[in-house]
């Protein structure tokens, strides 16, 4: 079984400040990694996935994040944000060639202030 | 662009009246999950199909819960009775299991047990 832990329920930040968003996980297998977010009353959407390939994915609006297999992590980072990325960010994680389920972190509100 | 419809979007109701939450997926998707997303929780996966076929209802409280899909472009979740304990906003997403493809998310069904 998978589970994942985003480290920080919280984050405050000041408008064009960088911010990293943390998110560890576990498995017994291969996994594909994502984060997702959602506005208020929305939906998730999906920002990035990490399938294969290169560690470090780019995603839309300026995200970006890096897989790290050895520590187990997949932390989210944008060198700027803006008052429009205020909204809560979800890391999750699904095994490959299995279910392929998502299994998601508790979340993390991300709060820009001006 | 292709959307999850989920309806109603709203849904206030006494203790111990059925409810029925209706989710229409993409055209063309191959799983249906049902999440449950609450403060105290975060997101919880209570079941999901593949080719209309459940393979996973584990999440559920099966006294209370029952979730279907009679056709490729429905899946219902239902709750009878509904408990206050219950409140919580609803979300079907779907997708192609294919390789770490994402998943879709609707805007979910906010429901509210007084």
């Known amino acids: 079984a998978q589970s994942v832990t985003q480290l920080d329920s919280q984050v405050p930040v000041f408008e064009e400040a960088p911010v990293e968003l943390r998110c560890n996980y576990s498995?017994?297998?291969?996994?594909?990694l994502f984060w997702y977010v959602q506005y208020p009353n929305q939906g998730l959407q999906l920002l990035l996935k990490?399938?294969?390939?290169?560690?470090l994915v780019k995603g839309i609006n300026g995200f970006e994040a890096e897989f790290n297999k050895s520590q187990t992590s997949f932390h989210l980072r944008k060198p700027s944000v803006h008052i429009s990325d205020t909204a809560e960010y979800f890391c999750a994680v699904s095994d490959k060639g299995g279910s392929e389920k998502l299994v998601f972190g508790k979340g993390t509100k991300l709060t820009v202030n001006p | 662009d292709a959307r999850v419809t989920q309806t109603p979007r709203h849904k206030v109701t006494e203790m111990g009246q059925e409810v029925t939450m209706r989710c229409q997926p993409i055209l063309g998707h191959n799983t249906v999950f049902w999440y449950r997303q609450t403060m105290m929780q975060g997101l919880e996966l209570l079941a999901y199909f593949r080719n209309r076929a459940p393979l996973d209802d584990s999440g559920m409280p099966k006294d209370r819960f029952s979730a279907e899909m009679p056709d490729a472009t429905l899946a219902t979740l239902k709750i009878q009775p509904s408990e206050p304990r219950d409140s919580a906003v609803y979300f079907c997403?779907?997708?192609?299991?294919?390789?770490?493809?994402?998943?879709?998310f609707g805007n979910g069904t906010r429901l509210t047990v007084t």
């Open positions: 498995s017994s297998v291969s996994v594909y």
């Open positions: 990490y399938l294969s390939g290169s560690t």
């Open positions: 997403a779907s997708g192609l299991v294919s390789g770490g493809s994402p998943l879709h």
